[in-house]
Every structure is written in C-alpha cells, then in structure tokens.
C-alpha cells in the first residue's frame, strides 16, 4: 500500500491519464468503462476502469511538481508504465487561441522538484511514442492543436508587477521564452517527463490552453478535447506497442 496514494499493485493500469484536479479525475473515469474508485488520500484520487478493452486508470496529482512526483514514483511502483499529463496551461506563443490543445513535446525545467533528482541539463522531453500517439489521435478526432515545448514553474501567481517584487522579471523572461519559442506554460510537465526518463518509463502530455500568460479566459475551454485525445492515444498505444 502506497503512503500517499492508497493504491497497491494490482489496482492500477498500466497506462495512467495525470490530471491534477481531483474532480477532473473523476470527469476522465466517466469515459472509461467498469470504473471504479480505487483510492481517495489528499489530492491523489484514483479511478481504474477500461477503453475499448485496455485496462486504464486516472490519477490527480494535484498542483505542481512535487506533488506530482509523488504520484509519478508511486504508481510506477504499482506497476505503472505510460503516463500522460491531461492538464490545463497559459498561452506563452501568441499563436495560441483559447480552447486548442498543446500537446508537449518537452518542457523547460524551471521548477525545483526535477533538480533534486538530475542536474539541470538533463532534458525534460516526452516519450517519442506517446507524443506520436497523441499526435494521431488529435487528429482522427480533428482536434485543434500544436506540438512543441512547454515551461514548467512552480509559482502560479509570480507574473504580479504590482505585487511580486520579482514581478518584473518574470515579465522580462516571458518574452524571452516567445522568443524561444515556447508555447504553454503549466506546472507538472517537466518533472513527469524527467522522472520517466530517468525511470525507463513513457510520459506524454496534452494540455488545454484556457488563456494567456496569468489571466484564465475559460477554466473549460478544450479540457474535453484534451480528455478525449489522451484516451485515444491510449488505445492507439495499446494496439501499435504496448508497455510491458
């Protein structure tokens, strides 16, 4: 039995979706078939059921890295193999529109969490596999998206001039990372991705944009797109290379 999440081997699939709310959590296993809530501890809620006949479960992770490593390494000890972050982010790339999906290719590492397992320049990067598989299933269900980099922090409310005494800089570096290309910003990415690195794990991510950098335009806007996406790569990666 797991200390955090209250899950043991057996209860959980091998293929988990990483929300962080815990009502989204439930929202995800409405889609599964022959759901069941397997464990209710903190933040971490979880739900194990199947897709089209493939074993799957739903984990929230809460907000931000450290709480999502502690759902990433505890499931992978219940025998999880494939991860996919269903989350919500900020436009970074003013070529974003609200209620797309982003689906992260690698993440920068401007959290704390990933650098108390790896030095800094370890790359964050998604599983090529599951990035491929949520590629394909964006686009068998015609969903609006794009593919790229996204930034990983850990305050949520540090963009505040008026009242962050950072507030300033971290407007400065905001126009560094358009310049860099990034496209989202959210707060769970780098770590799952680092950790499934460095695990021998697969970590993939699709993210709902529900506004630009610190204002939220629409909490829902593309969540169900993001929702369904993850599950149809799930099912793509059960039938083209499944996870032992």
């Not at 933040?43 to 089209?52: C, D, L, P």
């Not at 193999?81 to 790339?93: H, N, Q």
């Not at 964050?124 to 990983?152: F, W």
């Amino acid at each position: 039995m797991q200390y955090h999440l209250r899950v043991k081997p057996g209860e959980v699939a091998k293929y988990v979706l990483l929300p962080g709310d815990p009502a989204r959590a439930e929202l995800i296993a409405k889609r599964f078939d022959d759901a069941k809530e397997i464990a209710y501890n903190r933040e971490f809620r979880t739900f194990t059921g199947k897709v089209s006949g493939v074993p799957i479960s739903v984990t929230s992770t809460g907000i931000g890295c450290p709480s999502t490593a502690i759902a990433v390494e505890e499931l992978a000890k219940c025998g999880a193999k494939t991860f996919i972050r269903v989350g919500t982010a900020g436009a970074v790339s003013p070529k974003l529109r609200v209620g797309e999906v982003v689906i992260a290719s690698a993440a920068v590492r401007e959290e704390g969490t990933s650098r108390q397992y790896v030095p800094i320049g370890y790359p964050a990067v998604s599983d090529l596999e599951v990035t491929n598989a949520l590629i394909e299933a964006a686009r068998r269900l015609k969903a609006k998206y794009q593919v790229g980099l996204a930034l990983s922090k850990d305050a949520f409310y540090s963009e505040e001039p008026e009242r962050v005494p950072l507030g300033e800089h971290a407007a400065e570096r905001w126009k560094l990372w358009q310049r860099a290309n990034v496209l989202a910003t959210e707060m769970e990415c780098s770590t799952i991705y680092t950790l499934c690195g460095i695990r021998g794990l697969r970590g993939g991510a699709v993210l709902a944009i529900i506004g630009p950098i610190g204002k939220i335009v629409d909490p829902h806007a593309g969540v169900d797109e993001a929702i369904n996406v993850s599950i149809e790569a799930v099912k793509l990666l059960a039938k083209t290379r499944p996870r032992k």
